[in-house]
């Protein structure tokens, strides 16, 4: 793989974060027990918020599978482009500038992938850090700012295995009795470490992932408490709007459609955020945590190890108006058959440019540096830089839940729930308010309304990590012909082959011997294209 060479890495340092393991040990490395840690713990809650703010920064450590080498190694936002690149709506090239190539052609279904196994890693590390701080809290404690804390830890590691069920095995519905992942919890930790830990099924997964994320809602919901925002970056933490969001995704994928639209109104009810409007829609953005539409964010820092490296973070792969591999040959494109469905009147269009090269929403000096850079056709202008047109600073936010997402869950869960006019009202109403003032829904049906939101899940979110985790739920397989792929990554997988759902890395199975792995499969050849 190419690495740019206008950029030099600086050495290999390494991440401390300091949080829960510093009570491991006493002065003179003595072990302190668990009744002596819980009794410093109640005597000072504060010295679990590092261990919570340690949880977050695990979203996007750089290097934490394999070591600074891999550029495309740099935590969460990582498993964002990995799942973007694999489905259909994301075009790149097959270049050796591009280290997405991999999910691109599909070569990541194996269990020797490096794909999978940053994947793995990064959410297990971070259900390990979860895991840490929920040790240290007595469950029944009644200190409200503990509760919060172990509201935090429950609510990520919810989100953990959430995401990671979703990888490595089929949709919820129709496969409650397959296997999921392995559940880590404190309680098992030494038998994970000394015999193996089996898969649990995913309807037991999906049980813990509530019962975890049900806990959370009601520790917050009893302790008061919300993110500090005094404090930089506090919508890092999972407020109640965002507890109530998470929980509304999981029902989603179960089909629980009362419970989504229930707590998709929930999370409306309890946030602050408003929809980005027309006018903030119409310019490049989604780099600020402290926009309005943010429910819930990834907090980058110009300090953080990712944006020191210049080139190993989200903005550098998927920037077209910053200085990253992105610019430089690795462009991120919409899928032009998508782009072809996107209206005129819809601010969206110019999210991206269209056949000429243009976009509407750029500035001239925008436009003039991604003509000059060769951007080719419908790539992504979506995502601003950090300041002027060809920046070298990338430490740029990552948005994770925004409150057009809770909307378009509730329009859905009306439809699906028995009242499909009203999820189609919800739907035009939010388009026609935000996007696109000229747009009628005409869907009359549960499933024609459900396609119509999918539609503009699409567009609203690409490049934001979720178009993946609708084609598992939605039971869609990948079909790219006619959207501008590369002849190596031109597919048509059917839902329900086994090259959708991705193989435990082989690492995995040799640590852990009760693992059994997914149905052995090998990368597909690619078909040839048509229009």
């Known amino acids: 793989m190419k690495k740019l060479n206008k950029i030099a890495l600086s050495a290999l340092s390494t ?13 003179l490395s003595s072990t302190v027990t668990a009744d002596q840690k819980s009794e410093v713990v109640a005597a000072n809650p504060a010295m679990v918020k590092a261990g919570v703010t340690g949880i977050s920064a695990n979203f996007t450590v750089f290097g934490a599978t ?4 891999q550029h495309n190694d740099f935590g ?27 999910p691109l052609i599909l070569a990541d279904c194996t269990n020797t992938s490096a794909v999978t196994r940053m994947q793995w890693t990064t959410l297990y590390n971070q259900i390990f850090s979860a895991n840490s701080v929920i040790s240290l809290i007595d469950p029944e404690t009644e200190d409200a700012t503990l509760q919060g804390y172990l509201a935090q830890a429950l609510a ?32 098992n930790a030494t038998q994970v470490a000394t015999e193996g830990l089996a898969r649990s099924t995913v309807k037991e997964v999906y049980e813990f992932v509530l019962n975890d994320i049900n806990k959370a809602i009601e ?49 409306l009810n309890n946030t602050a955020a408003q929809p980005y409007s027309m006018d903030e829609a119409s310019t490049p953005a989604f ?7 943010w429910m819930w964010g990834i907090y980058i820092t110009e300090k953080d190890r990712v944006s020191t490296t210049g080139i190993c973070n989200f903005p550098s792969h998927m920037g077209s108006l910053n200085y990253g591999y992105a610019s430089v040959g690795a462009w991120r494109m919409i899928n032009k058959k998508l782009f072809n469905t996107i209206p005129e009147t819809d601010v969206r269009r110019g999210w991206f440019l269209d056949k000429d090269g243009l976009s509407v929403n750029l500035t001239a000096a925008q436009q003039k540096y991604i003509t000059n850079a060769g951007a080719p056709d419908y790539t992504q202008v979506k995502f601003a830089p950090n300041g002027a047109p060809g920046t070298s600073n990338n430490a740029c936010d990552i948005p994770m839940m925004r409150v057009e997402e809770m909307i378009l869950i509730k329009a859905e869960a009306e439809a699906m729930g028995g009242a499909p006019a009203t999820g189609a009202a919800t739907l035009q109403e939010f388009v026609q308010t935000y996007r696109d003032p000229e747009y009628t829904c005409t869907a009359t049906t549960a499933e024609a309304v459900q396609d119509a939101v999918w539609q503009q899940r699409r567009i609203e979110f690409w490049g934001e990590g979720i178009s993946w985790f609708d084609i ?51 990368q597909p050849d690619p078909i040839p294209d048509e229009e």
């Open 15 to 27: 991440l401390a974060l300091v949080g829960c393991a510093d009570l491991d040990t006493a002065p």
């Open 66 to 69: 394999y070591g600074e080498g």
């Open 156 to 187: 990520i590691r919810a989100f953990d295995y959430f995401q990671l069920v979703q990888l490595y095995q089929f949709t919820y519905k129709g496969n409650e009795d397959k296997l999921g992942v392995p559940i880590i919890t404190p309680e």
């Open 76 to 102: 969460y936002p990582s498993i964002m482009l990995m799942t973007d690149s694999r489905g259909t709506d994301m075009v790149g090239f097959d270049t050796g500038y591009n280290w997405f190539a991999s």
């Open 219 to 267: 520790l917050i919901e009893t302790s008061g408490y919300a993110p500090d925002n005094e404090e930089a970056g506090y919508k890092r933490y999972v407020g109640l709007d965002v507890a109530y969001g998470l929980r509304a995704r999981i029902n989603l994928v179960m089909q629980n459609w009362s419970g989504a639209l229930a707590d998709a109104v929930n999370a």
């Open 472 to 522: 598992m739920r939605l039971n869609k397989g990948i079909d790219r012909r006619g959207g501008g792929f590369p002849e190596t990554g031109v597919f048509n997988i059917a839902p329900g082959s086994d090259i959708m759902v991705y193989s435990i890395p082989q690492a995995e199975e040799q640590y852990n011997k009760l693992i059994v792995n997914n149905p052995t499969v090998s």
């Open 287 to 293: 780099i600020d945590i402290e926009d309005d539409s």
